[in-house]
């Protein structure tokens, strides 16, 4: 399980596959200095209920991976991530959509990179 390292003192945690994404759609959205809500369902370990951060270009962040290689990026779920985040409410991370191989790219390829 990779983590998500917020203002170099919160750690989140998250498979690498979702983060992978995650570090996509967030990058864009940094890139064009955009500040927003990033929220998730919290694993039961943690209470089960929701969290919500603010994402802005002046707070560090990592990007920590568990493993070695890049997980292939679902350009459905990334779309879908993206639109999310372009919302009033901020990006909301679901549950992967889309149908899995036939619509993944290595993600030195993926959007925006």
Do not use: C
């Given at each position: 399980?990779?983590?998500?390292?917020?203002?170099?003192?919160?750690?989140?945690?998250?498979?690498?596959?979702?983060?992978?994404?995650?570090?996509?759609?967030?990058?864009?959205?940094?890139?064009?200095?955009?500040?927003?809500?990033?929220?998730?369902?919290?694993?039961?370990?943690?209470?089960?209920?929701?969290?919500?951060?603010?994402?802005?270009?002046?707070?560090?962040?990592?990007?920590?991976?568990?493993?070695?290689?890049?997980?292939?990026?679902?350009?459905?779920?990334?779309?879908?991530?993206?639109?999310?985040?372009?919302?009033?409410?901020?990006?909301?991370?679901?549950?992967?959509?889309?149908a899995l191989g036939a619509d993944e790219v290595n993600a030195?390829?993926?959007?925006?990179?």
């Open positions: 399980m990779g983590k998500l390292i917020y203002a170099g003192t919160t750690e989140i945690g998250f498979e690498d596959r979702v983060l992978a994404h995650l570090q996509i759609v967030v990058g864009l959205k940094l890139r064009r200095k955009e500040g927003f809500f990033f929220s998730w369902r919290d694993e039961q370990s943690v209470g089960d209920g929701r969290s919500a951060i603010w994402i802005d270009p002046a707070i560090p962040l990592l990007f920590r991976y568990s493993g070695g290689r890049p997980p292939k990026i679902n350009k459905t779920w990334l779309e879908a991530l993206t639109l999310s985040s372009n919302s009033a409410q901020g990006l909301q991370l679901t549950e992967e959509i889309g030195d390829s993926a959007p925006g990179r």
